[in-house]
């Protein structure tokens, strides 16, 4: 086993980190390192935090990490925030917010760009959840980039997906709702202390009972919470209800088939691109496929038309 | 570095202490961020003892802090020390803004890589810093995969 794979295991911080940034940048030994953890993956408890920008997500974060480690867990975190699409650069801010657990050891913050990603992480973002679980932290919590109507990859890699809440949107926030108010499992109406927070508590209370009518959903009810996270008001009641649905998870049979299915996720993903990166690097060494990617750039053929083509001639 | 990258410089801007004077980081940080690096910003009234461990959970490459009032000359060696203490030796330090001359003798030798005095264009801090990254990845084995490129328009 490499050195940073044994030491990561071991719980340090340097060589976690390390491993976190061989992965971010594709480095081949990242993946060298991944696959030496792996088998050591699958205890800790993956909870995404999402919802739109100005949500105070980093603030709520920053309270939850205070309640775990209250209750005794060591708690990782990963906070996903916009890289530009011209430049790659980023400015990654959610640590500020977190300051107060800087010299706890039992804390782990790690700021990503998304790096040219879409769907509110980056592509790295699992990879650096499998090395935080690896590392033996007991809760991995990822907070998305704010987050509009669809941006919700986070769905499909955390184990409990809160969706974060506030007063005061204006219309905005119906377009939303109706986007992310199927996918949540726990709801957190953060800002409750401001004006509005009675109608939009009611409002999405009705949805969620909506949702809650429909079949197999119905045996999870998201439950709706107020907060006043600067205070830390309701974090507690927050961290009930994240622990009640990894029970409920654990008791349904599905915490363990969802680590499945993030795991097929991503090798599908994987596939998908070094395929398509290994399809177009052969069609361009040769000239009768190089001119068909050449017509999709001058508008000749149709793309979709164009793909099939190429599909066919290279037999698949 | 302005075309895009698969590996960007990822460098952590912090003060520390009690200064609390915020529009120099908040410039550097955004001409660093046009430059394509990820810049980490980690706050104010920070202690070395926070920087050090940001920067060690964040792998960063660069630790940059702000200075803008006294403090430095006690606190900045501290930083280094804790850095190389704590296996951050191969992390780059450096400081920007109000380093009286006679200080930097004392700061450089404790091992500040570079002090950019007050009225220092930030593409030149951008260049130095881009100049000091290419250098060290053509140093490190070349170990990263190319990534796929679009094909060329023809």
Not at chain 1, 124 to 133: E, G, I, M, Q, R
Request: proline content about 4%.
């Amino acid at each position: 086993m490499t050195d940073i794979g044994c030491a990561l295991l071991a719980g340090q911080v340097a060589a976690g980190a390390r491993a976190i940034r061989w992965l971010d940048d594709q480095d081949p030994r990242g993946r060298e390192v991944l696959r030496e953890i792996f088998p050591h993956t699958g205890r800790a408890h993956l909870v995404g935090i999402t919802g739109p920008p100005g949500a105070g997500k980093s603030t709520l974060v920053d309270a939850l990490i205070g309640e775990q480690r209250a209750r005794g867990r060591r708690v990782g975190v990963i906070a996903v925030d916009p890289s530009s699409p011209f430049t790659g650069g980023a400015i990654l801010g959610d640590r500020v917010r977190m300051q107060r657990h800087a010299l706890d050891e039992g804390v782990f913050v790690r700021s990503m760009g998304t790096r040219g990603q879409a769907g509110g992480l980056s592509r790295s973002t699992y990879d650096a959840c499998l090395v935080l679980d690896a590392m033996g932290y007991d809760v991995v919590l990822v907070e998305t980039v704010g987050v509009g109507q669809d941006e919700i990859d986070i769905v499909s890699l955390a184990h409990t997906t809160v969706i974060v809440m506030v007063p005061g949107l204006g219309d905005e926030v119906q377009a939303i709702k109706a986007g992310l108010l199927e996918v949540g499992d726990v709801f957190l109406l953060n800002k409750a202390d401001r004006d509005g927070v009675e109608q939009v508590g009611r409002e999405l209370e009705l949805m969620l009972h909506l949702r809650g009518q429909d079949g197999e959903a119905a045996a999870w009810r998201p439950p709706l919470l107020r907060m006043v996270a600067t205070r830390g008001e309701g974090t507690g009641a927050a961290v009930d209800a994240l622990e009640a649905h990894a029970a409920h998870l654990r008791a349904s049979g599905q915490y363990q088939r969802q680590a499945g299915l993030r795991s097929y996720h991503q090798f599908t993903a994987t596939l998908r691109e070094a395929a398509t990166r290994r399809l177009l690097e052969r069609a361009l060494r040769h000239s009768a496929t190089a001119a068909l990617v050449a017509d999709v750039h001058d508008l000749k053929v149709d793309p979709y038309s164009a793909a099939e083509a190429l599909l066919a001639q290279t037999e698949l | 570095m302005t075309a895009k990258s698969s590996r960007p410089l990822r460098i952590l801007l912090a003060k520390l202490g009690l200064d609390t004077h915020t529009v120099g980081i908040t410039v550097v940080a955004h001409a660093l961020r046009e430059a394509g690096m990820e810049v980490i910003f980690a706050g104010l009234k920070q202690t070395p003892e926070m920087v050090v461990s940001a920067a060690i959970q964040e792998d960063v490459d660069v630790i940059g802090i702000s200075s803008l009032s006294a403090g430095h000359t006690r606190s900045l060696p501290r930083l280094a020390r804790l850095l190389r203490e704590q296996g951050g030796a191969d992390k780059l330090l450096i400081v920007g803004g109000v380093i009286p001359e006679e200080d930097q003798p004392l700061l450089e030798a404790a091992g500040v890589a570079r002090i950019f005095t007050m009225g220092t264009d930030t593409r030149e801090i951008a260049r130095y810093l881009n100049d000091w990254w290419l250098a060290r990845l053509a140093r490190a084995e070349p170990a990263t995969r190319t990534e796929p490129s679009a094909p060329p328009r023809q």
